[in-house]
């Protein structure tokens, strides 16, 4: 279960803004991987593309063998029937329940009968830990539930590619830990490929098997967890550690000036690599991997006191 997404080469502009260029990585298949970027550095330009809800203007998107950036609309009708997508504030219809809600895309795509619905809404609400609130609006349940409930509805159709949008915009940090340890869960269960783009630099740092980061206009790097984690490369290791120290600034990137000023700080030592997210039953993801191994296998030294249970999270420097 779950399909890789190959993207080559990739660039969008809007007019003369480019937003960003030569973006090349592969998400692998029923991993959990984590774009990170600042503000306005294209995040949800990149989702949109993967939709094909925006059109790139160079490069290609393999899916399945289908080039999202070029196929026809028809193609691009089923390719999409692959994805379930969590917007930002759940897009739920607000004169409907949630009921209705997660059942629409079952009424919309299916010719399944109501009560085959009413078990596929049943099962995705449970999963969701949302049983016994079908009959409730979304304007009266809170901004965690309504998550819970645009992550039950992007399910229905059982999708290959689940794409999340700030999972944790608006949302306090325990209810953010609580969001995170479903997604952890799920991804045990239904094997998607997960892509979730966030701020939120502890949950790139405990959650995703692998890590991305847009910046200038480009994808600084993505790989592993443990990678990017353990990368000396400024920019990289700046975000992940949200340091004021480093090539980025308030409004991006810093100016001469700034970089002249700072040019005899040391970056702060690298914080311990904490343990990756597991599943609540405490049974492996598949996609699983032993901690340190990546830093093993690519004869890396973890910074001191990686890997430990309890660690405390990282707050910047
Ligand atoms: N349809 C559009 N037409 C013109 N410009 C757009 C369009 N959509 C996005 N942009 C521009 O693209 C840039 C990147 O926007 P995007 O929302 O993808 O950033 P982001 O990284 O997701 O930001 P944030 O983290 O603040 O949500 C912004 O400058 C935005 O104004």
């Known amino acids: 279960m779950g399909v890789e997404i190959k993207v080559d080469n990739l ?23 984590v774009m990170l970027g600042p503000s306005g550095t294209g995040k949800s330009v990149f989702l949109k593309a993967l939709i094909g809800l925006l059109k790139p203007d160079e490069g ?32 739920m219809f607000g004169s409907m329940n949630l009921f209705d809600n997660v059942a629409f895309p079952l009424r919309e795509h299916t010719k399944k009968s109501e009560s085959e ?3 596929v809404v049943m099962e995705k609400m449970d999963l969701v830990g949302l049983v016994g609130a079908e009959d409730k609006l979304p304007g009266e349940i809170s901004g965690g539930m309504r998550k819970r409930a645009g992550l039950a509805r992007a399910l229905v159709l059982d999708p290959e590619i689940l ?16 969001i995170n ?18 701020h939120d630099i502890n949950t790139a740092r405990t959650v995703p098997d692998n890590i991305g980061l847009l ?17 000396e490369e ?5 975000f992940l ?49 032993e901690p340190g191994a990546w830093c093993r296998d690519n004869g890396i030294t973890p910074p001191p006191g990686s890997f430990q249970e309890n660690m405390s999270m990282v707050t910047g420097g």
């Open 215 to 231: 910046y200038h206009r480009h994808l600084a790097m993505f790989g592993p967890r443990e990678m990017l984690l353990s990368s």
């Open 181 to 198: 340890q479903l997604f952890i869960d799920l991804n045990a269960q239904i094997d998607a490929t997960f892509l979730i783009v966030t």
């Open 117 to 119: 619905i009413r078990d």
């Open 11 to 33: 660039s969008k502009s809007f007019g003369k803004q480019l937003i960003w260029g030569n973006v090349t990585l592969t998400i692998p298949a029923g991993e959990v991987s």
């Open 241 to 289: 550690n949200a340091q004021t120290v480093g090539p980025i600034g308030m409004s991006e990137e810093k100016d001469a000036d700034e970089l002249e000023a700072e040019k005899d700080l040391d970056m702060p030592p690298l914080p311990p690599i904490p343990l990756q997210l597991e599943p609540s039953n405490g049974m492996p993801r598949r996609s699983q991997r």
């Open 60 to 91: 290609s998107i393999m899916i399945e063998g289908t080039d999202i950036a070029s196929c026809s609309e028809k193609e691009l009708y089923e390719i999409r029937k692959l994805f379930g997508v969590l917007f930002q504030d759940g897009a």
């Open 234 to 238: 400024p920019v990289v290791r700046q």
């Open 163 to 178: 794409l999340i949008d700030e999972p944790d915009s608006g949302l306090d940090p325990v209810r953010t830990s609580f």
